[in-house]
């Protein structure tokens, strides 16, 4: 069973920073894509960044780009993002995901890819 377990949200100031984590389990990740997501209230899941997990591609969304890094560290199942230069619009649900199917460059930004989902953590960005 997958489980993915994110954690380093918070509330932080304009222009300040916070990385996030992703704990993964369950499964041999070497094959896998994964994916930071978010949501806002009344908004849909937005893609926010993906990288694959044997060869470290990446891919950012458009409003992230320049201020957000995606990275991995394989010995300890970890993935992370670290959001720099945040922004009040940057306030949301963060999720983290995982692809088995393994890494398809920009179609990583179409959330029904996939398979896995963690629960969410809450990042407030105030103005």
């Known amino acids: 069973q997958v489980q993915l377990v994110e954690s380093g949200g918070g509330l932080v100031q304009a222009g300040g920073s916070l990385r996030l984590s992703c704990a993964a389990s369950?499964?041999?990740?070497?094959?896998?894509?994964m994916g930071w997501f978010r949501q806002a209230p009344g908004k849909e899941r937005e893609f926010v960044a993906a990288?694959?997990?044997?060869?470290?591609?990446?891919y950012y969304g458009d409003s992230v780009k320049g201020r957000f890094t995606i990275s991995r560290n394989n010995a300890k199942n970890t993935m992370y993002l670290q959001m720099n230069s945040l922004k009040p619009e940057d306030t949301a649900v963060y999720y983290c995901?995982?692809?088995?199917?393994?890494?398809?460059?920009?179609?990583?930004?179409?959330?029904?890819?996939?398979?896995?989902w963690g629960q969410g953590t809450q990042v407030t960005v105030s103005s």
């Open positions: 990288i694959s997990w044997s060869n470290g591609s990446t």
């Open positions: 995901a995982a692809d088995s199917r393994g890494w398809y460059g920009a179609q990583m930004t179409y959330r029904t890819r996939y398979d896995y």
């Open positions: 369950g499964r041999t990740f070497s094959s896998y894509a």
